[in-house]
């Protein structure tokens, strides 16, 4: 039986990732989104929720975990973040294994993994695929969202390879910067190549 092709999609904060998978996702590609599985698993109830209130008391509470609370618990402290993803990781991972037996028969699968390169990811995934714009409208977008500032956009830029980087080590780049009915076009095309060198 031919396994699926597993494409990595990855990108820098803001520079478009979720809007990308969400456009293979419209092109028939199934998608496992890392993030949304994390937040799923925080909620309240979530598989997470135990683990976390042991390991950082006071973070989580009725509707599970408190995301702030949590963010400033580990914010700027390697070794606390990295506590919290010796929790995260390896039920991320369970999540993905299930994903891929539940869509074994798929041609090609979608992997939204934001720290791709950072956590050696990339020898997981056959392609590489990296969402990247210009850094200013990058800035301009993370800086919209709510509770952000100058300081937090730096410190998670800093955790993260740099754009350029990222770029050159991508087997395919989709450009955000544009506007977006071309981004989707892009996106269309390569579904469309992947799906040739499948055949």
Sequence with gaps: MKKPLIIGLTGSIGMGKSSVAAMFADEGVAVFDADAAVHDMQKAGGALV?????????????????RKALG??????????????????????????AFLEAHQNSEM?????????????????DVVVVVSA?????????????????????????????DADKRARAD?????????????????????KLRAGLA
């Excluded at 135990?50 to 408190?66: M, S, Y």
């Excluded at 993994?113 to 995934?125: D, N, Q, R, S, T």
């Design 50 to 66: 135990p683990a976390i209130e042991a390991a950082f008391p006071g973070t989580t509470g009725p509707d599970g975990v408190d």
């Design 134 to 162: 210009p850094a200013q409208l990058q800035r301009e977008r993370v800086l919209a969202r709510p509770n952000m500032t100058s300081d937090k956009f730096e410190q998670i830029l800093s955790l993260q390879l740099n």
């Design 72 to 97: 400033a618990a580990v914010f700027g402290d390697r070794d606390r973040l990295a506590r919290l993803e010796t929790i995260i990781h390896p039920a991320v991972a369970e999540r993905r294994k």
């Design 172 to 192: 395919h780049v989709i450009d955000t910067g544009k506007d977006m009915a071309e981004t989707r076009s892009d996106v269309r095309a390569l579904v469309k």
């Design 109 to 125: 699968l979608l992997f939204d993994i934001p720290l791709l390169f950072e956590k050696g990811g990339e020898a997981g995934v």
